[in-house]
Nanobody, 125 residues
Framework: QVQLVESGGGLVQPGGSLRLSCAAS????????MGWFRRAPGKDREFVAF????????YYADSVKGRFTISRDNAKNTVFLQMASLRPEDTAVYYC??????????????????WGQGTQVTVSS
């Protein structure tokens, strides 16, 4: 089992930036496929971004493409989500998730084995 702890959320004005971090423990981080999801009030959880173990490939939801960047530091067992040009509709609880097997269904929550507790991001003036 992998333990995941997110941090970096907060209140930001529209157009602003935030960087979320997710620290992992309990398994070799460099072998894990990592994703970010979010859940807005009254909505279902949705996929945000994905990164392969080596960081060689990344994928994004259309709604965040060009504004968000996922990255990882395997030496520090941490995955990041750099968010820029934030919009009110980005307001949500953001979760990081880890998958041992990986695969093509990186945007599907069921692919992931472990989840963090979430960090709140609020975009408002």
């Amino acid at each position: 089992q992998v333990q995941l702890v997110e941090s970096g959320g907060g209140l930001v004005q529209p157009g602003g930036s935030l960087r979320l971090s997710c620290a992992a423990s309990g398994r070799t981080f460099s072998s894990l496929y990592m994703g970010w999801f979010r859940r807005a009030p009254g909505k279902d959880r949705e996929f945000v971004a994905f990164i392969r173990p080596t960081g060689s490939r990344t994928y994004y939801a259309d709604s965040v493409k060009g504004r968000f960047t996922i990255s990882r530091d395997n030496a520090k067992n941490t995955v990041f989500l750099q968010m820029a040009s934030l919009r009110p509709e980005d307001t949500a609880v953001y979760y990081c998730a880890a998958s041992i097997q990986g695969g093509s269904y990186y945007s599907v929550a069921g692919t992931y084995d472990s989840w963090g507790q979430g960090t709140q991001v609020t975009v408002s003036s």
